[in-house]
């Protein structure tokens, strides 16, 4: 799977607690998506919708516009 051919906007969403997928591991995948906007849920595990899901569905509209 080739990231940089993605082409249309990515929102990714990190727990900022989430140890199978942390914050990090999103950021070094960065460079890949060229219009990857990432944003850390405070607060949060893996499960960032049911853990916060007001912060997620507010991350959710910002990115949509």
Do not use: Q, Y
């Amino acid at each position: 799977l080739d990231l940089s051919m993605v082409r249309c906007p990515v929102l990714a969403l990190s727990g900022e607690l989430d140890l199978l997928v942390p914050p990090r591991a999103v950021e070094a995948g960065h460079a890949a998506v060229p219009n990857l906007a990432h944003r850390i849920i405070a607060g949060a595990a893996h499960s960032v919708h049911w853990e916060r899901p007001a912060e997620v569905a507010g991350a959710m509209v910002g990115f949509l516009g």
